[in-house]
Antibody, heavy 118, light 110 residues
């Protein structure tokens, strides 16, 4: 069965950095687009980045462009999100998600909480 | 401010049929299919409907989706207390080149 397991969340000070990881299993990872989606406390879902199956194509929401970098290692079945220059408004649960044929998520991980606070 | 517009709340009594809407534009719902997700407090979203009206394996047929133009709807028939959750719509947006979500509808079973 498809499993996505995020890790790397935690408490970080404003301006700091954090790297999230997502370990995938139960499907051929290299065949799928992958996305990071976040949910601030008590708020809705916000897509922040996707990466193509090969890693050649990436896109970002304006809210994180220039600060966050998505990457993947198909040999390790892993997805990553490097987050720099973190702000209080980046506080959220970050989900790793597999993209369906349209690019929208079908399977989601359980999420990892990132808290940006001094 | 979410790109897709959903009513913040909906409610119904057990056994009733409830519907919730999702409004978008020509760059998202108008030109791409719609997914719906169910999310319980403290849990990750789960795919409920894909390709406007298809149910993944394991999703009861009480849940149904439809799309017309730049709007979509999710219907739940035979409402149960276990259906109390947040429901989100999503579609790919050709202008933003990424998926966009609605703000979510919180369903209360009275």
């Amino acid at each position: 069965q498809v499993q996505l397991l995020e890790s790397g969340g935690g408490l970080v000070k404003p301006g700091g950095s954090l790297r999230l990881s997502c370990a995938a299993s139960g499907f051929t990872f290299s065949d799928y687009y992958m996305s990071w989606i976040r949910q601030a406390p008590g708020k809705g879902l916000e897509w922040i980045s996707y990466i193509s199956s090969s890693g050649n194509t990436r896109n970002y929401a304006d809210s994180v462009k220039g600060r966050f970098t998505i990457s993947r290692d198909n040999a390790k079945n892993s997805l990553y999100l490097q987050m720099n220059s973190l702000r209080a408004e980046d506080t959220a649960v970050y989900y790793c998600a597999r993209g369906d044929s349209t690019g929208c998520p079908d399977y989601w991980g359980q999420g990892t909480l990132v808290t940006v606070s001094s | 401010q979410s790109v897709l517009t959903q009513p913040p709340s909906a409610s119904g009594t057990p056994g009733q049929r409830v519907t919730m809407s999702c409004s978008g534009s020509s760059s998202n719902i108008g030109s791409n299919t719609v997914n719906w997700y169910q999310q319980f407090p403290g849990a990750a979203p789960k795919l409920l409907i894909y390709n406007n009206n298809q149910r993944p394996s394991g999703v009861p047929d009480r849940f149904s989706g439809s799309k017309s133009g730049t709007s979509a709807s999710l219907a739940i028939s035979g409402l149960q207390s276990d259906d109390e959750a947040d429901y989100y719509c999503a579609a790919w947006d050709d202008s933003l080149n990424g998926p966009v979500f609605g703000g979510g509808t919180q369903l209360t079973v009275l």
